[in-house]
């Protein structure tokens, strides 16, 4: 028996996958010794740039406070993410079935897209009051057009000749919708998916800056609050934020991953 040599390429493989995966380490490590270095050599005010050390500082210090903020974003966040997908795929779904729904209602979608948030929340803030639910609908409110653009997309860029195969069959509305459409639609959802699950945390996070109070604070009114008093918990609170939305889209790319995944075995049977 015969032993070859080991396989380079699997080696090649993995080193590379290690270098793949220590470039963005490196290059942080690299910009936070430069900030530092920057702050300690121009001696830049604190309330102007603090430095890495005083943002860790906060962190530290505000921990408690910070991380109550966090998980009061992160709930309303995914509320309103979920609200935005389920209202998204259903409006979606009417829009797809007909061209005549799409030019009688799609005008009144784009117009609801472009009105201002900054008008909208203290209207919501009139009728729900500074709650739970108000800053839901606001992350749901910003998030919900990538869902209906998308999966509208989708539902009506079916092949035509798998059309005509399914109403040479006469198959109902109903089946050409579940078992044509919404297949076909699922890369474009897959990618509405991933722009909403970033969206829903800005909107969450404009939602607790205008319904933020002292007794119910999120990471918004934290912001606001801090930007006057203490930069280097600012500075902590965008980190998270960022942070959130990187985690909220790797999470939602891993959830489109296997909707693609189930995609692409319905076109392989």
């Not at 979608?109 to 203290?122: D, E, N, R, W, Y």
């Not at 609908?137 to 989708?154: D, E, K, M, R, V």
Request: include cysteine.
């Amino acid at each position: 028996m015969n032993v070859g040599p080991p396989n380079r390429n699997s080696k090649s493989t993995w080193t590379s996958k290690l270098a793949t995966g220590l470039a963005p380490l490196v290059v942080l490590v690299v910009v936070v010794i430069a900030w530092q270095g920057l702050v300690w050599a121009r001696d830049i005010p604190k309330f102007l740039l603090p430095s890495p050390r005083d943002i860790a500082l906060a962190t530290w210090t505000d921990g408690p406070r910070l991380w109550a903020a966090t998980v009061r974003t992160a709930s309303e966040a995914i509320a309103g993410f979920g609200l935005s997908v389920a209202v998204g795929f259903i409006l979606a779904s009417i829009l797809g079935q007909a061209r005549w729904i799409r030019l009688s209602l799609m005008p009144y979608v784009l117009v609801f897209q472009t009105i201002p948030i900054i008008g909208v929340a203290p209207l919501l803030i009139t009728w729900f009051g500074n709650t739970f639910s108000t800053v839901m609908l606001i992350a749901a409110f910003i998030s919900i057009f990538p869902i209906i653009s998308n999966t509208t997309t989708g539902l009506i860029s079916v092949d035509s000749a798998h059309l005509d195969l399914f109403r040479l069959n006469r198959a109902s509305r109903w089946q050409i919708y579940w078992y044509l459409q919404v297949p076909t639609s699922l890369p474009f959802f897959a990618a509405g998916i991933r722009i909403a699950s970033a969206a829903s945390v800005l909107g969450a996070c404009v939602g607790d800056y205008f319904v933020g109070t002292a007794q119910q604070e999120g990471l918004g009114f934290l912001v606001f609050q801090a930007k006057d008093r203490d930069a280097g918990l600012m500075f902590a609170t965008l980190l998270v934020l960022t942070i959130m939305g990187f985690v909220y889209y790797l999470l939602a790319s891993l959830f489109s991953r296997a909707i693609l995944l189930r995609w692409e075995d319905h076109h392989l049977r």
